[in-house]
């Protein structure tokens, strides 16, 4: 069912998000396919470059995820979509982007291989 899909897909995104504010390089790693490919608007960064921007603790404050839809692009592969509002460790005002990610399901759980993010304009 798509909504269970939805949920289960979104819920390792959200781990994915917590590593990121709880400053943990082994969870975010353990999350992403050792082919796992980011897109952002500074480049391109494998999983050792996602992980690795928490050698120095967290990155992210707090985070909001919202307007969530999920494609599947197969039986055990999926697209999470959503609108991410966030805050830097740092900064004193949040941001905001879309993200697209891909998910596979395999026998140990969900692995993201693919995340691209798109700035919002304000």
């Known amino acids: 069912m798509q909504v269970d899909l939805l949920n289960e897909v979104l819920e390792q995104e959200t781990r994915v998000w917590q590593a990121l504010v709880s400053g943990d390089g082994a969870a ?3 999350l992403l396919s050792p082919e796992f ?3 952002y608007s500074d480049g391109f ?4 470059a996602h992980a690795g921007q928490l050698a120095d603790g967290p990155t992210v404050a707090s985070f909001e995820l919202s307007d969530a839809r999920v494609i599947e692009l197969g039986p055990d592969c999926a697209v999470l ?3 991410a509002r966030f805050r830097r460790v ?4 949040d941001e905001r982007m879309y993200v697209s990610s891909i998910w596979r399901r395999q026998a140990g759980g969900w692995i993201n291989l693919f995340s691209q993010d ?5």
């Open 28 to 30: 975010d790693a353990a």
């Open 90 to 93: 740092g900064r004193d005002r």
């Open 37 to 39: 490919l980011g897109v």
């Open 45 to 48: 960064a494998g999983r050792d």
């Open 81 to 83: 979509s959503y609108a």
């Open 118 to 122: 798109t700035p919002a304009v304000d």
